[in-house]
């Protein structure tokens, strides 16, 4: 199907984008890979008049270290993501969660900033980004602001970003290196049925997990479980996966029953704390 017929605005600058979001309101849909916003719009479950083209933006794809973090512009795709020498050897998990997104033309048109925003419940990103306590920088008509990680993720497809704001970078620590992402996927699409992402560091174990619920959750149960523990036993590691789903409601569709993806997220959840450890 065709999408319903839009104007096109590409601005040059973010001021630019804010300016032309402020003036069309609920009308406007920014566009960034267009591999989410454009197959919604040809199922008409988007239906915006005006399309904001960021995608010209200057600046907006850079992947930069700056002050003990390493900052990945919106615009940056997952390829870059993937492939990034910076990311690889000073925060690998995000560049393990891209290189298994969708395939190859995804990978290659997709950006971090269009799928933080597009809030898919299984999207890889989110539990990569829980787990490492990253944070967004957004910009809006009333200047920018910083929203962590935590608090970005709101509901199905909702985040806590304002209609009116544009998601500007992603703010990861330089210093990330015991971690590992262990996905099973929908086999079509790539999509994760439960993808858990484990960051292992001096303050403790960190767990995001993606594509079991409405929206991706930090294991804060199985978390408790290893807090203060360095080298958990494997007994130890087993207790904390068996709570990976606990506290949630897990989704029950065509892909996968509710019960089945939380028994994916207990076994992934320990394969990736293994994997993560004996990497470290
Ligand atoms: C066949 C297929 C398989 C896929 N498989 C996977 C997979 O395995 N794992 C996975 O994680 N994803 C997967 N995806 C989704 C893919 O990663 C998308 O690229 C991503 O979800 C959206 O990024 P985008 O840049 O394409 O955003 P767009 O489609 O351009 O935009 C998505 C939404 O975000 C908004 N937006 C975009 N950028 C910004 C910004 N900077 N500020 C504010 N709002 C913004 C748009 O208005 C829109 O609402 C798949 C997609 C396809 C088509």
């Known amino acids: 199907m065709y999408a319903a017929s839009f104007d096109y605005q590409r601005p040059t600058t973010i001021d630019e984008a804010i300016a032309l979001?402020?003036?069309?309101?609920?009308?406007?849909?920014?566009?960034?890979?267009?591999?989410?916003?454009?197959?919604?719009?040809?199922?008409?479950l988007a239906r915006p008049r005006i399309v904001i083209d960021i995608a010209r933006i200057a600046n907006l794809s850079e992947i930069?270290?700056?002050?003990?973090?390493i900052a990945i512009g919106?615009?940056?795709?997952?390829?870059?993501?993937e492939t990034s020498a910076l990311l690889n050897s000073k925060c690998p998990v995000l560049s393990e969660a891209a290189s298994v997104i969708g395939d190859v033309q995804?990978?290659?048109?997709?950006?971090?900033?269009?799928?933080?925003?597009?809030?898919?419940?299984?999207?890889?990103?989110?539990?990569?980004?829980?787990?490492?306590?990253?944070?967004?920088?957004?910009?809006?008509?009333?200047g920018r602001r910083t929203i962590r990680a935590a608090d970005f993720f709101v509901d199905l497809l909702q985040t806590s970003l304002a209609a009116d704001e544009i998601l500007i970078e992603v703010r990861?620590?330089?210093?990330a290196r015991t971690v590992a992402y262990v996905k099973t996927e929908q086999k079509a699409s790539g999509f994760a049925l439960a993808g858990v992402a484990v960051v292992a560091g001096a303050d403790g174990i960190r767990i995001g997990v993606t594509g079991v619920a409405a929206t991706a959750y930090r294991a804060a149960a199985a978390e408790q479980v290893l807090a203060g523990q360095s080298s958990p036993s494997t007994e130890t590691i087993a207790l904390a996966a068996s709570r990976a789903a606990d506290g949630v409601e897990p989704l029950n569709d065509i892909h996968a029953s509710a019960d089945f993806r939380a028994h994916l997220a207990r076994v992934n959840t320990r394969r990736a704390i293994e994997k993560a450890l004996a990497r470290g």
Do not use: Q
Not at 25 to 39: E, N, Q, R, T, Y
Not at 172 to 175: D, F, G, L, W, Y
């Open 172 to 175: 990861v620590p330089a210093t």
């Open 64 to 69: 930069r270290e700056s002050g003990g973090r």
């Open 106 to 142: 995804v990978r290659n048109k997709g950006t971090i900033g269009g799928s933080l925003v597009h809030a898919d419940p299984a999207a890889d990103y989110p539990a990569a980004i829980l787990a490492l306590d990253a944070e967004v920088e957004v910009a809006g008509p009333g």
């Open 74 to 81: 919106a615009l940056a795709t997952h390829r870059a993501v």
């Open 21 to 44: 979001l402020a003036k069309h309101g609920d009308d406007a849909k920014v566009l960034a890979g267009g591999h989410s916003l454009i197959p919604a719009m040809k199922l008409r």
